[in-house]
Antibody
Framework: QVQLVESGGGVVQPGRSLRLSCEASGFALSRYGMHWIRQAPGKGLEWVAVIWYDGSEKYYADPVKGRFTISRDNSKNTLSLQMSSLRGDDTAVYYC?????????WGQGTLVTVSS | EIVMTQSPATLSVSPGERATLSCRASQSITTNLAWYQQKPGQAPRLLIYGASTRATGIPARFSGSGSGTEFTLTISSLQSEDVAVYYCQQYNNWPLTWTFGLGTKVEVK
């Protein structure tokens, strides 16, 4: 079954770090660019970061630049997002998303809540 | 940054009637435009890409049109299961950005 499954979300204090993971199954992760997209409670969709299919290029949205790091391990079919210096406005559901130009496959999302 | 503007914010349509959703880009994105459907508590689902190509498994009542800066998603005959928020998204090559509109919430009247 072709799917993406995120994990690693939870409640974290402001200023702390958290690492999200995404496991791909049913397809070769190495063939696709991969993104993280987030959605704050009751809000719209916000693109967070992208990594090229081979990991050679990475780009970040301005609000997370310098704090978040996207990475991948194609041999394990996994994508990761290391988040540091977390803030309240980072509270959101984080989706792992496959790109084929457009976003053609989404995970179910993992909730990150930044709160003291 | 390319800004995507969707209208209306909320659309109430009677079952069986046509729903027309609009999306405008702040600069030309040719046909690098996708539409997504998000039902409550679910992840978004791809409906349309390339402005007018239906994704796999999407019913024919969903259609997309437009190019450049003006785009439309049409639901030809609204069904109760179409209640959702619909987002447009651009994936233009330059500048290298991926941005979403704020969404249109479709309700059954």
């Amino acid at each position: 079954q072709v799917q993406l499954v995120e994990s690693g979300g939870g409640v974290v204090q402001p200023g702390r770090s958290l690492r999200l993971s995404c496991e791909a199954s049913g397809f070769a992760l190495s063939r696709y660019g991969m993104h993280w997209i987030r959605q704050a409670p009751g809000k719209g969709l916000e693109w967070v970061a992208v990594i090229w299919y081979d990991g050679s290029e990475k780009y970040y949205a301005d609000p997370v630049k310098g704090r978040f790091t996207i990475s991948r391990d194609n041999s394990k079919n996994t994508l990761s997002l290391q988040m540091s210096s977390l803030r309240g406005d980072d509270t959101a559901v984080y989706y792992c998303v496959r790109e084929a130009g457009h976003f053609d496959l989404w995970g179910q999302g993992t909730l990150v809540t930044v709160s003291s | 940054e390319i800004v995507m503007t969707q209208s209306p914010a909320t659309l109430s349509v009677s079952p069986g009637e046509r729903a027309t959703l609009s999306c405008r880009a702040s600069q030309s994105i040719t046909t690098n435009l996708a539409w997504y459907q998000q039902k409550p508590g679910q992840a978004p689902r791809l409906l349309i890409y390339g402005a007018s190509t239906r994704a796999t498994g999407i019913p024919a009542r969903f259609s997309g049109s437009g190019s450049g800066t003006e785009f439309t998603l049409t639901i030809s005959s609204l069904q109760s299961e179409d209640v959702a928020v619909y987002y447009c998204q651009q994936y233009n090559n330059w500048p290298l950005t991926w941005t979403f509109g704020l969404g249109t919430k479709v309700e059954v009247k």
